[in-house]
């Protein structure tokens, strides 16, 4: 895995948390969620925000950040950069286990330089902008997901947290949570993130014993979910099919869909690394 380094130690609880997904994925007490900065949105609660390229602070949010990237993020930007997710991970991302957690994180790499600027930052804004990750997609709002341990439910809570310096934020076009999901095509990559935020919630408890999380077992779930042109090579040219079960029609599918891969590899994932069984996958006898 490519620039691995060790950060702070990440906050985690056993029981009802709050997964923050903008930013930076971790988990909080639900008890302190009235705590945290920004302004919860419920259903049918409003914000103001409009960002236009005539505002003096237009480009200033794409500096200098801790920008988390999700499987999902990474399919979208490297097939709109039409290169490999070898080569996009090499190219644009820190790879970062913090001290406590047992998976990586994956963190777009900023430019070199003073300002440090999003790789993709044009003098006219977003040069991937179509294709752009989920954070900034969901900016202003930073989006997480409650889980209940006793219901294993799951419930989505939402922040309207610009940072001070956006004027965007003065502007008098109103929304929702639901309308600016919408107006920003977000509403399927909220879904990719979602789906990614159940395995990871997975990954508070140690599932590599000795090897650690820099062994060969760890490095197979790392590219099952983000290196998935890898994944694909691995499991049509080595035993895997032959060990693993699929079927004809969903192998039909992963081996041109880089989306149904990615499921695929989720599924896998759960299965290979926690041994939960899926309708997708079944050891051979």
């Given amino acids: 895995m490519a620039n691995l380094k060790i950060k702070e130690k990440s906050p985690l609880v056993n029981r009802n948390q709050l997964q923050c997904n903008n930013i930076i994925m971790k988990y909080v007490d639900i008890d302190k969620l009235d705590k945290l900065p920004g302004k919860r949105l419920d259903d049918g609660d409003t914000f103001r925000f409009q960002c236009l390229s005539n505002l003096d602070c237009f480009n200033l949010c794409c500096r200098n950040l801790n920008l988390f990237l999700y499987p999902y993020d ?26 406590a957690s047992f998976f990586p994180e994956v963190l777009l790499h900023m430019s070199e330089g003073k300002e440090k600027t999003c790789p993709f930052l044009t003098e006219l804004g977003c040069g991937v902008y179509p294709d752009r990750p989920d954070a900034c997609r969901m900016f202003p709002l930073e989006q997480g997901a409650i889980y209940d341990a006793e219901t294993k439910k799951v419930k989505a ?18 929304w929702t949570t639901h309308t600016w999901k919408d107006d920003q095509n977000a509403v399927l990559y909220n879904k990719m993130t979602g789906s990614w935020a159940e ?48 079927k004809s029609a969903l192998v039909k599918k992963i081996k041109k869909d880089d989306i149904q891969l990615m499921k695929f590899g989720f ?19």
């Fill in 74 to 99: 990474v399919v979208r930007l490297k097939n709109k950069l039409n290169i490999s997710s070898d080569e996009f991970l090499d190219k644009y991302v820190d790879v970062v286990l913090r001290e």
């Fill in 157 to 174: 809570v939402y922040f309207f947290r610009p940072p001070d310096f956006c004027l965007g934020q003065h502007e008098k076009r109103e």
């Fill in 199 to 246: 395995v990871k919630r997975l990954f508070q408890a140690d599932p590599w014993g000795s090897q650690g999380p820099d062994g060969q077992k760890a490095k197979m779930a790392f590219m099952a979910t983000y290196n998935i042109d890898r994944f694909r090579d691995f499991m049509f040219n080595s035993s895997f099919l032959k060990r693993y079960k699929v």
């Fill in 267 to 285: 599924e896998w994932v759960k299965f290979f690394v926690w041994g939960i069984t899926t309708k997708n996958i079944r050891p051979r006898k």
